[in-house]
């Protein structure tokens, strides 16, 4: 249970402005220090971050059971758990920090579970979704009757991800573009972005981290300036 913030590995750029808080897989640990780094390079804001890594990783952030990801998976509760964690984490950082934006964002699953997070839960200013796995049956259905309760909504995916012989898998793409064009209508084309990078989907996890969170903090400033 995340009860407080020293449960996660915590990193402070500056004075922080922003709360950055990211679910991340055991293998993704090591590289942390270099995605801190790019955020801060790229935003020159100062920030909070809390990374967490999450050992359960199938079960503890699919929103709904899919069997194609994890057959032992049944119901929603391990992703309901883990929106409780996201929470208490979230009000440990602003006791700490103060009440200051939030954002909440993930790779592959992590960012899937961000979007689905975002729209059951008030607080989270933005969403960075770093090649969400949107494949996952059900969600083509479920993203058109909700959207996140956020300013801002960036997404991406690799050119190559959908290229896949799995038609499961290969959704992805057309799945992502449909939610892209849905928020565009829904928040304003200013306030959603969609990046498209080179390559398929298990490289460069933490640049396009980087580039996510970066683009959600230079979003939430021109938006707070009125931009």
Request: glycine share 8%; net charge negative.
């Amino acid at each position: 249970m995340l009860h407080d913030i020293d449960d996660a590995a915590t990193h402070v750029s500056g004075t922080p402005e922003y709360l950055l808080i990211q679910p991340v897989h055991t293998k993704d640990m090591g590289v942390l220090d270099d995605e801190v780094a790019e955020i801060a390079r790229r935003t020159g804001a100062g920030f909070a971050a809390s990374f967490f890594e999450v050992e359960e990783w199938n079960r503890s952030l699919m929103p709904w059971p899919d069997k194609f990801i994890d057959r032992t998976v049944t119901d929603d509760s391990s992703a309901r758990e883990m929106l409780e964690h996201v929470g208490e984490l979230i009000a440990a950082m602003q006791a700490r920090y103060g009440a200051l934006p939030v954002v909440l964002g993930g790779y592959s699953l992590a960012g899937l579970f961000s979007l689905w997070a975002a729209a059951k839960m008030d607080g989270i200013a933005a969403v960075a979704a770093a090649s969400p796995s949107v494949w996952i049956e059900g969600w083509a259905d479920y993203s058109l009757s909700v959207r996140p309760r956020s300013e801002a909504v960036y997404l991406s995916l690799g050119k190559r991800e959908e290229i896949s012989r799995n038609k499961h898998i290969a959704a992805v793409g057309d799945n992502l573009r449909r939610y892209y064009a849905q928020l565009c209508r829904e928040m304003g084309e200013e306030r959603v972005c969609l990046e498209w990078n080179e390559g398929g989907h298990f490289i460069d996890s933490s640049p396009r981290m980087a580039s996510a969170f970066a683009w959600c903090i230079s979003r939430l400033r021109a938006l707070k300036q009125g931009k």
